[in-house]
């Protein structure tokens, strides 16, 4: 039985940016991208049915169609028919959504580069400048 659901990007990005916020929250000094992807394959584990045969794929699919789904970042909430019928909005909402979550993350985590001089050597000592 094929049901519709909402788009993968949407729930990839559901969990990716739960995963982001709460990490954003710990006292954390790396691997908080890393472990948004994660939150964002997470948020994915219902559909692993709709790629694996035989009884993995129908114990995912038995996951899929009820509602211990929501626990995969509200998966089986996603997948109700107004999200569904809304589902381009969504998509769009969705890419909106994790577009301004990797920004404030560059913006508040993010370093500044060092500034060099173009043709500057490596070995030379750095000089101050003085006109």
């Excluded at 577009?99 to 508040?108: I, P, Q």
């Amino acid at each position: 039985m094929t049901r519709h659901m909402a788009f993968a990007i949407v729930h990839f990005t559901a969990g990716f940016v739960t995963a982001l916020a709460l990490l954003w929250l710990l006292p954390l000094t790396r691997y908080r991208l890393t472990g948004a992807f994660f939150g964002g394959i997470w948020a994915l584990v219902p559909d692993a049915g709709k790629i694996l045969d035989g009884s993995r794929g129908a114990w995912f699919e038995t996951i899929h169609e009820s509602s211990t789904a929501d626990l995969f970042v509200l998966h089986a909430t996603l997948d109700a028919p107004f999200f569904r019928e809304h589902n381009i909005e969504f998509t769009f909402i969705a890419i909106a959504v994790l577009g301004v979550a990797f920004l404030a993350y560059d913006w508040r985590f993010g370093r500044r580069a060092p500034s060099t001089r173009l043709l500057a050597s490596k070995t030379e000592p750095s000089t101050p400048d003085s006109d």
